[in-house]
């Protein structure tokens, strides 16, 4: 049980374009989704927290219009990232957690995203 | 700013030996303590969590948490080259619905 998935596992584009990365909660309702970046070598940064049907919380420093958080439906949370520059290269890591049965988040495999 | 400190290692320990990993924290208010495992390129895999000052064992596992010195550890017993990972460790404030994790500590386990 406690299964998140990604998608894309990989994705490769060019400076400017957006790109959609989505999480799903596969057995269990998500009541809130994390969505966390790591650097090669470094720490999970969190990003941002979104509960179910609110708007997500942006952590400081983390530019909301830039990266797009939806969190519709219990199951699924996506990550937009809007008009995206080499630096935003990074491994984009979701997880979930189910506020009302359980003290753990649960991570996705990731998201390795390459901008050209 | 609450913090989660780790100690960046590597620890290398040999086939077999307990590995000890360790973990401090800033917030008294932190209420639940968790240990993931993460291998190079993949995302973090929970371990074990505990809440309650003491151990808690899972297998080879075996997390210890005082919170009166704020500091929470995860024993390895009988350690395997497949054990060689990043170790992190987060933490949860009471009441609140984030985690924090410190930067890991990475463990080489030599066959």
């Known amino acids: 049980g406690a299964v998140v998935s990604q998608h894309p596992s990989w994705v490769i584009c060019k400076s400017g374009t957006s790109v959609k990365i989505e999480c799903r909660s596969l057995?269990?309702?998500?009541?809130?989704m994390f969505w966390y970046r790591q650097f090669p070598k470094q720490s999970l940064m969190l990003m941002a927290t979104?509960?179910?049907?609110?708007?997500?919380?942006?952590e400081q420093g983390v530019e909301k219009d830039k990266f797009l958080i939806n969190h519709a439906s219990l199951t699924l949370s996506t990550l937009t990232v809007t008009s995206a520059h080499p630096e935003d290269s990074s491994f984009y890591i979701c997880?979930?957690?189910?506020?009302?049965?359980?003290?753990?988040?649960?991570f996705g495999p990731g998201t390795r995203l390459l901008v050209l | 700013q609450k913090e989660v400190e780790q100690n960046s290692g590597p620890l290398s320990v040999p086939e077999g030996a307990i590995a000890s990993l360790n973990c401090t924290y800033s917030?008294?208010?932190?209420?639940?303590f968790f240990w993931y495992r993460q291998y190079s390129g993949k995302s973090p895999e929970l371990i074990m969590f505990?809440?309650?000052?003491g151990d808690k064992e899972d297998g080879r596992f075996t997390a210890q948490l005082n919170k009166a010195s704020q500091y929470v550890s995860l024993l390895i017993r009988d350690s395997q080259p497949s054990d060689s990972a990043t170790y992190l460790c987060?933490?949860?404030?009471?009441?609140?619905?984030?985690?924090?994790f410190g930067s890991g500590t990475k463990l080489n386990v030599k066959p």
């Open positions: 997880s979930a957690r189910d506020t009302n049965m359980g003290e753990t988040q649960y």
């Open positions: 057995d269990f309702q998500a009541t809130t």
């Open positions: 979104s509960n179910e049907g609110s708007k997500a919380t942006y």
């Open positions: 917030d008294r208010g932190s209420q639940s």
């Open positions: 505990i809440y309650s000052n």
């Open positions: 987060a933490v949860r404030e009471y009441g609140f619905n984030k985690f924090y």
